[in-house]
């Protein structure tokens, strides 16, 4: 395995591996073992960072600074919240489905680890390698919908069970135009493969060869990721919190962790697939790929603080007569595209 | 038709979007609202029986606080049902001053009401721009009487005269809001989204408009010209050149529309009275203890809200003896029945913004 | 066009990014507020001529003063107590001073731990600023201090 | 999958695939049976997945777990009339149950174990990975029971759109 210039962390993967004999068995359960504690590390780092960069950013926008007192410039802020919000009483609703109620949370970020095992962080650096990478983290980040319903109904609330109602409804007709997007790439590479996807961006960038497939994606995971302007879950003005209403404490917490965890993974795969993951001239790859990341979530992040909330039948509207067909339309101009490339170039695709 | 269950909400009093305590009980089907029952009254203080034992001065504070948002218009209305009562006669330079702090007040609300209309849209940086602009407006007051939401200043026969140094911080103001009102064009009234959620959304017939007895920037809204400050000038009000704007439709955006251009409507009244003041005293000759003969008056104003009239019996005294008010958003508030209905749950909240309500006018 | 008014938007909140923020750090940065600012009242006493107008001008009686009568029938205060919950700080008191005596002050951390302390013992507070040097002792007519000294 | 881990992987995952499923017929509360057959999908995905079929398990668990199971929780969440308590009825023909279960059992098992050529497992068309060998298995060898089923599918959502649609009650 050639790792020339890849970077620190690879190495210090090796290093490990190499105590534990290598290939063995016990290599793997070791590396299997911190592959997850740096997920579960980076969840919690991704969430308390974006959380900060987000109420700056949104600061910055409204031409307020932003959380300011705890550490140089506010930098401590969500640190103290996430201390406050462990500290703070977990109150079960009386009439909640407990089981339900309370599973709720961690299946979110349950979710968010599964998902994050496949995203690759540098060159070499993908914890797990799928055949099927991108597909899988599809098929999962499909599976989120079942914690926010859990939730709404858990908790027995009105408000809660319209939120609940409005995570399933939305995220089942954002998750096609979302695959949708992402499959005129699959097309080019022939591959489901993460990695190999981000080797195929060497020389291009598959933002521009799939710009239709990027603004669809764009759209489709804020759809997605439940933010602005389609955060109806939360719809604060007419649902209070949505399906997170009767949270307290740090169940309340986990969602918050879910929600920019779900941030950071979106983000991520339109850094891997349109914006050619951790390749880049100079910086080592995973400095690359951190760019490209803080790049996404900013566009996020802005598209937050500008636009007003959609309706839900305008939602569905725009998921299902705007945004499948484009997508559809990118697969067919994909298509028709690798047929005439073929027909230049025969040796290229199978 | 494949039927849902019905599911009754309570939205209020305690609800961030009722924009104060205001309870809908609204019966959805799925997302959709069925019915629509509005309740109010869980801020009533008995502001109509307070006046009958403070006098006609020591009320002024308390109009402050019927709409909290509009102080100086509340004042004013006040203010001038009393000089009206007692037939006193208000300087001209006090007139003026009264004009420029009546339409200032005006910018602040509408303000207010544009940017938690777009808060509640779910625009959240919109409503910190009209803030930010509002802040000049209020800083302009406290720089005047020392309060910025209760301003508690006009006075029965007169105005308190502003610093010097209110001119030039007013010109100031006066030359940036051209700036700030296409700011919010840019982010508010051209976006798609907010275009989307507002177009055609919560339709008021000028008819239901009439019946219900809306007035304001809601009637102007579905088409009807009706101001008072033209149809029947009080105060000083029939020397400006102003337009009166109304909308076509008569939706959440022909409302919101209306109340943008009537800024820039009020920017241009200000204009002109800061042109034409003349110097001279602000205060009539008024005897200190305000002691009204016996009679009755009624008087009623343009408020950002819609018309506010005061209808004072006297015996008198000190005191009024009866004081009747009729707020804006009282009235406004019950086309809600008629118009939500069939519209989804968050256009509710749309509508009931387009609305502008102010809870204590209402339940007073 | 469509997304057009979206990219307007997206502009105009990315240019004040940049913009200067308006954000003010108040412990730190103490709010200059104008001179007409009502957000407290104080007394000055020795202006005071216990003449009454405040108190019957407030809306809420939040005022009760009381008063004593030297040799000379004059009038002097004894006690000035301003009962803050009820008060509406809109400034009716101090217009109806004739000598200016109470007037309204930009302190505006009036907030208090408990409610007692919302009830102000205004000559106490005049005191209490005299001796901490806030503000300057109006020099009293001679014959009123010897009074004041007579009467405890 | 000869190895000791791998059939402690399988047993984990069987076990919480029958028990779940199990669940779903007793559970009281639909909505719980709803999220129960969930777990069930999501046990037979990681089932699929240690055949191999990779890209069968991902199907399973974006169009099963994912979606179909949504649906069904999302139609009994709307049509619920009355509290989610003994939603589900009870399980009255139990005898009768099991005893069909028992049939089944045993059809498939006779099915399986008398049907050598099912023991052997298949190779690869290409020798690529699944999702190219059935993307290839399904544009030719079966393209026809491929847009059959497209077809098929297709009614079924115009029948659905019309059943939700409905017939006006005004009339």
Known sequence: MPQYGSGLFVSIAHLIRGLFGGTTVTADVVMTVINSLIIWALIALAALSLILLERKVAGWMQLRTGPNRLGPRGWFQTVADAMKLLGKEDIFPAAADKWVFGLAPMFVIGLSVMVMAVIPYGKGMVPVDLNVGIFYLLAVSALTTIPFFMAGWGSNNKFALLGGMRAVAQMISYEIPLVFSLLGVVMITQTFKMSAIVNAQSHVWFILLQPLGFVVYTIAATAETNRAPFDLVEGESELTAGAFTEYTGMRWALFFLGEYANLFIVSAVAATVFLGGWQGPFLPGWIWFAIKVLFMVFLFLWFRWTFPRLRVDQLMHFGWKVLLPLSVANILLTGVGIYIYQLIYPAIGG | MIKTQELEINLGPQHPSTHGVFRMITKLDGETVTSVESKVGYLHRGMEKLAESRTYTQYIPYTDRLDYLASINNNLGYVQTVEKLMGVEVPERAEYLRIIFGELQRLASHMVAIGTGSLDLGGFTPFLYTFRDREKILDLFEMTIGGRMTMNMPRIGGIIEPPEEFWPALNKFLGEMPGSIEEYHGIITGNEIFQARTVGVGIISPELAEQIAVTGPNLRGSGIKWDLRKNAPYGIYDRFDFEVPVGVNGDCFDRYIVRVREMEESIKIIHQAVRDIPEGPTFAKVPKLIKPSVGEVYHRVENPRGELSFYIVSDGSTKPYRLRIRGGTFVNIQVLPYVAPGWKLADVIAILASLDIILPECDR | MFGKGLAKGLGITFRHMFDKKITEFYPEDMPTLPPRTRSSLALNTPKCISCGMCSSACPNKVITLTTDKNESNKKFLTSYHMDLTRCLFCGLCTEACPTKALYTTTEFENAVYFREDMQWDMMQRYRDKVASGEIKEEVKPETKQEEAKDNG | ?171
């Open chain 4, 1 to 171: 999958m000869g190895n000791i881990g791998g059939g402690l992987v399988f047993l984990v995952f069987a076990l919480v695939t029958v028990f779940s499923a199990y669940l779903v017929i007793s559970s009281r509360n639909i909505i719980h049976s709803a999220l129960f057959l969930i777990l069930t999908f999501i046990g037979v995905a990681a089932l699929y997945a240690m055949l191999d079929a990779d890209f069968l398990a991902m199907v399973q668990l974006l169009v099963y777990a994912g979606a179909i199971s949504i649906m069904v929780v999302f139609g009994v969440m709307l049509t619920l009339r009355g509290g989610p308590e003994n939603s589900n009825g009870d399980t009255r023909n139990a005898i009768g149950g099991a005893i069909a279960a028992l049939l089944t059992f045993v059809v498939l098992g006779m099915v399986i174990f008398t049907n050598s050529a099912w023991l052997t497992t298949g190779t690869g068309i290409s020798g690529g990975s699944t999702v190219s060998d059935v993307s290839w298995l399904l544009l030719t060898k079966y393209v026809v029971p491929f847009e059959v089923a497209a077809v098929l599918l297709l009614v079924a959502m115009v029948g659905a759109i019309i059943l939700a649609k409905g017939v006006d009650d005004s009339k």
